[in-house]
């Protein structure tokens, strides 16, 4: 199935892309950034 990826470049040194956005999602829902990128295993 066709999927939309979007990246957001902010200047040359900060870009928010996929990944990034998925880690914040997690540290939101779990509190911490350590459980975070447990969940993300």
């Given at each position: 199935m066709p999927s939309l990826s979007l990246?957001?470049?902010?200047?040359?040194?900060?870009?928010?892309g996929p990944g990034k956005i998925e880690l914040l999602e997690q540290i939101a829902a779990f509190g911490s950034i350590s459980a975070a990128a447990r969940g993300m295993e």
């Open positions: 990246r957001i470049n902010l200047d040359p040194d900060g870009r928010i």
